[in-house]
């Protein structure tokens, strides 16, 4: 069982710049692949970025590129999400996930486990 908490969420003005951390708790932190993504009112949960067990490897969403980057700390048993250049479009509660399985995947359905999220807010 992994149990996930975010935090750094808040409200920003465009082109601002936010940092998310999602802390999870247990010894297997480094066992699992993580995630971030996001829900805006009435859309569907959307991938924002995902992170390799090991750190190496990461990935992005089309309208993140370049502006977020996804890192993670194994001894810290945190992953974290720096939003730069923020766009009122980035508005949504964001989510943290953790995934067991083997591949490295953009789908919230192979996520094994989720926080409890953390609300953006840019504003125009």
């Known amino acids: 069982q992994v149990q996930l908490v975010e935090s750094g969420g808040g409200l920003v003005q465009a082109g601002g710049s936010l940092r998310l951390s999602c802390s999870a708790s247990?010894?297997?932190?480094?066992?699992?692949?993580m995630g971030w993504f996001r829900q805006a009112p009435g859309k569907e949960r959307q991938f924002v970025a995902r992170?390799?067990?090991?750190?190496?490897?990461?990935a992005y969403a089309d309208s993140v590129k370049g502006r977020f980057t996804i890192s993670r700390d194994n001894a810290k048993n945190t992953v974290f999400l720096q939003m730069n250049s923020l766009k009122p479009e980035d508005t949504a509660v964001y989510y943290c996930?953790?995934?067991?399985?083997?591949?490295?995947?953009?789908?919230?359905?192979?996520?094994?486990?989720w926080g409890q999220g953390t609300q953006v807010t840019v504003s125009s």
């Open positions: 996930a953790a995934g067991s399985s083997g591949g490295l995947t953009t789908t919230p359905g192979e996520y094994d486990y």
């Open positions: 247990g010894r297997t932190f480094s066992s699992y692949q």
């Open positions: 992170i390799s067990r090991s750190g190496v490897w990461t």
